[in-house]
């Protein structure tokens, strides 16, 4: 009887300890997985985080790209925006320029002694350029009682500058060009083409031109002082 409680006790001692043993290998078990689990979430956390912040980075450096962007356009438009207005500034700076030009030269060729003679020198310059012994002058149509009685003068003159610089004998026989006519005067609420004045030379049945009319002298001459022009004043 003593032994069989012996036994007994033995036997429950062992299911106790191993018991025990079952418990604390689930404990330890358990206590594994949630440090995995502990462990993959904190990777998959870390993961997400530096997706995120990532994801955060790239899209502040698109709209930071995007903002750098648009102010250089709009730096670019600015300044492209002034440097037209100041070159459209100077252009009606030198376009009053030469009308003012025209204005005062008009003004100044009333007195017919002063026309007559620039009319003439301006047939002179012609023929020098054209060097031909037969020469048609077109003029416009109100010109036509100047132009005419300039052509005697002009041709002595021409022949003249000839004999002194080479020591030729040289003569130009002049006619006025009836058929072709320069246009008219400008005129308020006149539109189309128009003439200060000044001669046109042709020769070789009209094939060859010379014009030396006075918008077309005047034109030149703004052309090549553009730069002392401009160094007058927009050099500040």
Do not use: W
């Amino acid at each position: 009887m003593a032994a069989m409680d012996a036994t007994s006790k033995e036997t429950q001692a062992q299911i106790v300890q191993m018991t025990q043993f079952i418990l604390n290998e689930a404990k330890d078990k358990a206590e594994e997985i949630d440090t995995k689990a502990l462990q993959e979430f904190s990777v998959e956390k870390l993961k997400v985080v530096n997706s995120t912040k990532e994801k955060i980075q790239q899209e502040y450096a698109r709209k930071a790209k995007q903002v750098e962007t648009q102010a250089a356009i709009a730096r670019s438009t600015a300044i492209n925006r002034s440097r037209l207005e100041k070159i459209k500034s100077r252009q009606d700076m030198l376009t009053k320029l030469a009308e003012d030009s025209k204005a005062s030269l008009a003004d100044k060729l009333k007195d017919q002694a002063t026309m007559k003679q620039f009319v003439t020198k301006l047939i002179v310059q012609g023929l020098l350029m054209l060097l031909e012994d037969q020469v048609e002058v077109r003029c416009r149509a109100s010109d036509d009682a100047l132009v005419t009685s300039c052509m005697n003068d002009a041709a002595k003159e021409y022949t003249q500058i000839i004999q002194t610089q080479t020591g030729a004998q040289k003569q130009c026989k002049l006619s006025l060009d009836t058929a072709v006519k320069l246009p008219p005067a400008p005129a308020a609420g006149r539109h189309g083409p128009s003439c200060l004045g000044g001669v046109v030379l042709a020769c070789q049945n009209g094939t060859i031109t010379i014009d030396n009319t006075i918008d077309s002298r005047l034109g030149l001459v703004m052309e090549q002082a553009k730069p002392t022009i401009r160094e007058l004043l927009f050099s500040k």
